[in-house]
């Protein structure tokens, strides 16, 4: 069989990027990615393709080019699953906020509608792919639900977890490391997969393209997330040592990553990773080992996400310790929102828990960031509900322009690696700043040999002799 009609149900961070991509490769493929969320579809539609609701360098022109050729957007969700031969599922699958498993668990509860509407609407066989992470085994609920309440209707379920970065999103998806397909080892399972592989073998080299059985993919991507993760709360509770020893952790990256067992990537040191996965990701496999009272796994796991957050709240406790104690009233300029460079996505960002803790102590923030919407900003710390948003308007300003952003600050810090902040007049910066002037680097970005002899008092992740 081929693949002719796509339906891939949530166009987020990953619906939105992958199809855009697919469409381009696949001139000959029907795509549609349909959303609940109204604006969103309107904003994927929007003739200005700066204002798409995904920010990642290169996608604008790949949707200027497939967009009304074969890529189409739209909310009619129903009439899109009846059109198409497979439907992937990219909805989000936030940590559970309720109930068992509340703060750990994955929430099904939209991968589940989006079953109970495939098998409410389907008339003919379909292939139904996971591109949403899921935790192990949910193939098997999922198809439960469409076996018994289709219409008769033949489905494969695929696992296909998407690997790609945010930030980077369009080179991964051209230049994947590998394509992962799980599917039933039966014969009808092994045409599914193949149709898959197919699709994807259009622009990817077949060897990178591996197919397994379903539960190795779904639990291959947890897995991925879980060891990505690990290394950046290794390195960061390295940082810490680094800090205390005069080691430079910079000089320890560069050292153990020429170890070909090690590898030189994923090794820079930070405030803390974000994003709405590594977290979220880990908790759920946690939660997955201790279902199987695996208690040892979960408690391993469970530490990288501890290190994560002690990483955050060192790094506030650090600006608080070095302004001699408070910060109460005092101007702290951010620069950055995002959760890294090159993406307007924000959830679980590292800037959110610094600028929370902050706010506990009555600093007054001001956040600059190139790409993020002051609307977002506030919505981030409503979701905290750490105390009335009317006080969080009132503590926290969001300002276009950097240089006003950081004008009379006590404080700057960086949460985000922007490439625009290291080409920024660092002098004209000091001389509109309350003396002395603070830079607390949580992304070791900036030349601080050079900032040092502007006059600045810099702190920088993972450097010894900071000044703390
Ligand atoms: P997202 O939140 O950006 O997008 C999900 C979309 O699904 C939303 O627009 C939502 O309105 C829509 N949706 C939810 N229920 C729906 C329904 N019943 N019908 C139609 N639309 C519905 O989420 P994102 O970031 O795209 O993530 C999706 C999945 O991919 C998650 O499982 C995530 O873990 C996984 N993933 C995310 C990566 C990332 O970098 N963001 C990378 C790899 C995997």
């Given at each position: 069989m081929k693949i002719k009609s796509i339906c891939c149900i949530g166009a987020g961070y990953v619906g939105g990027p992958t199809m855009a991509v697919i469409a381009q490769k696949c001139p000959n493929v029907k795509v549609t990615v349909v959303d609940i969320n109204e604006a969103r579809i309107a904003a994927w539609n929007n003739?200005?393709?700066?204002?798409?609701?995904v920010y990642e360098p290169g996608l604008d022109a790949i949707v200027k080019d497939a967009r009304g050729r074969n890529l189409f957007f739209s909310t009619n969700v129903d009439a899109a699953i009846d059109e198409a031969d497979t439907i992937f599922i990219s909805v989000n699958t936030p940590?559970?906020?309720?109930?068992?498993?509340?703060?750990?668990?994955?929430?099904?509860k939209y991968i589940e509608l989006c079953a109970r509407q495939i098998a409410r609407v389907a008339k003919e066989d379909k292939i139904v792919v996971e591109k949403s992470t899921l935790p192990v085994r949910t193939a098997s609920a999922i198809k439960s639900i469409l076996d018994n309440t289709g219409n008769g209707v033949q489905f494969q379920i695929l696992s296909n977890p998407e690997f790609l970065a945010e930030g980077t999103a369009i080179e991964d998806l051209l230049k994947p490391d590998r394509v992962l397909i799980g599917g039933e080892m039966t014969a009808e399972g092994e045409k599914a997969m193949q149709a898959l592989v197919d699709l994807y073998a259009s622009w990817v080299n077949r060897d990178h393209i591996l197919t397994t059985n379903v539960w190795s993919s779904e639990l291959s991507k947890l897995t991925a997330n879980a060891f990505l993760a690990q290394r950046v709360s290794s390195i960061n509770a390295m940082s810490e040592i680094c800090e205390k020893t005069g080691a430079n952790v910079a000089e320890v990256s560069k050292a153990i990553g020429m170890d070909s067992r090690i590898?030189?990537?994923?090794?820079s040191s930070s405030v803390g990773f974000g994003g709405s996965c590594f977290q979220k990701d880990i908790l759920n496999l946690v939660y997955i080992a201790k279902s199987y009272g695996l208690d040892e796994v979960a408690n391993y796991w469970e530490q990288v996400v501890l290190m994560n957050n002690h990483q955050k709240n060192r790094f506030s406790d650090n600006i608080i310790n070095t302004l001699y104690n408070t910060v109460s009233g005092k101007k702290i300029t951010f620069l950055?929102?995002?959760?890294?460079?090159?993406?307007n996505d924000t959830r679980e960002s590292a800037a959110i828990t610094v600028a929370d803790n902050l706010l506990n102590e009555h600093a007054k923030i001001t956040v600059y960031d190139p790409k993020v919407s002051e609307e977002q900003i506030f919505s981030d710390l409503e979701y905290?509900?750490?105390?009335d948003p009317k006080q969080n308007r009132a503590l926290l300003k969001v300002e276009k322009d950097p240089y006003l952003a950081m004008k009379d600050a006590h404080a700057i810090a960086i949460l985000t690696e922007w490439d625009e902040f290291k080409a920024y007049n660092w002098q004209k910066i000091y001389d509109h700043m309350l003396k002395p002037a603070f830079i607390f680097d949580g992304r070791r970005l900036l030349d601080h040999e050079m900032l040092k002899s502007i006059g600045f008092e810099c702190y920088e992740i993972g450097t010894g002799n900071a000044s703390q």
């Open positions: 003739e200005d393709l700066s204002k798409l609701p940590t559970k906020t309720y109930g068992k498993g509340k703060g750990m668990a994955a929430d099904l590898g030189p990537k994923f090794l950055g929102w995002a959760f890294k460079k090159d993406t905290l509900n750490s105390r």
